[in-house]
């Protein structure tokens, strides 16, 4: 159980492009899901906190008008990279979680940009 | 904000034993977690520790000293398959808003 899937799982786009990637936990419910960010050889870095039905907390320096999420629903948040630029090429991971349960991890974006 | 600092590399033989350091920040601190991750692959989750101590799990066991600030993942009988990043997490409620260390990567050698 408990598994969390992303889509897609690899993408490419043109810079100024935006592009949208899907966290959706399969077989539980999800309060809360969690976006990553990763570049090469780093650690993950929290971008943003999401709950379902109200609006994401985003961490310092992450900008929420470039990075949209929304959490529609118990089983789904979407994180749409609006504009995007070479610099933002890395690796999007985002978890889902219940109350006091572990975080779930999903598989992992990786987001190209020409 | 917070850091979690932990080795950049370590390196060990099949069969051996490897402890992996974190030292965190007290703020904020509710337990710490680790995981595993190969690359292009997604963080799974490994142990948890809330309480000090030694957690127990297979091959794998972590410990906790809250008055040190400072944790450690335990690897025992290394495999080839062990290759991979670690990091520990620290979480500010339970598993809630988890901040990651800087991450070790591993390899083991025949």
């Known amino acids: 159980g408990a598994v969390v899937s992303q889509h897609p799982s690899r993408v490419i786009c043109k810079s100024g492009t935006s592009v949208k990637i899907e966290c959706r936990s399969l077989d539980f419910q999800a309060t809360t899901m969690f976006w990553y960010r990763q570049f090469p050889k780093q650690s993950l870095m929290l971008m943003a906190t999401s709950n379902e039905g109200s609006k994401a907390t985003y961490e310092q320096g992450v900008e929420k008008d470039k990075f949209l999420i929304n959490h529609a629903s118990l089983t789904l948040s979407t994180l749409t990279v609006t504009s995007a630029h070479p610099e933002d090429s890395s690796f999007y991971i985002c978890?889902?979680?219940?109350?006091?349960?572990?975080?779930?991890f999903g598989p992992g974006t990786r987001l190209t940009v020409t | 904000g917070q850091s979690l600092e932990q080795p950049s590399e370590v390196t060990a033989v099949e069969g051996a034993i490897v402890q992996i350091n974190c030292t965190y920040q007290t703020s904020g601190f509710y337990g710490l977690s680790w995981y595993q991750q190969h690359d292009g692959g997604a963080p799974t989750f490994l142990s948890y520790?809330?309480?000090?101590g030694l957690e127990e799990t297979g091959r794998f066991s972590s410990f906790l000293s809250r008055s040190d600030s400072y944790g450690y993942l335990l690897l025992q009988e290394l495999q080839m398959k062990d290759s991979a990043s670690y990091f520990c997490?620290?979480?500010?409620?339970?598993?809630?808003?988890?901040?990651f260390g800087t991450g070790t990567r591993l390899l083991v050698s025949p």
């Open positions: 997490a620290q979480g500010d409620t339970g598993f809630q808003k988890l901040v």
């Open positions: 978890s889902a979680t219940t109350t006091g349960s572990e975080q779930y």
């Open positions: 520790n809330a309480l000090d």
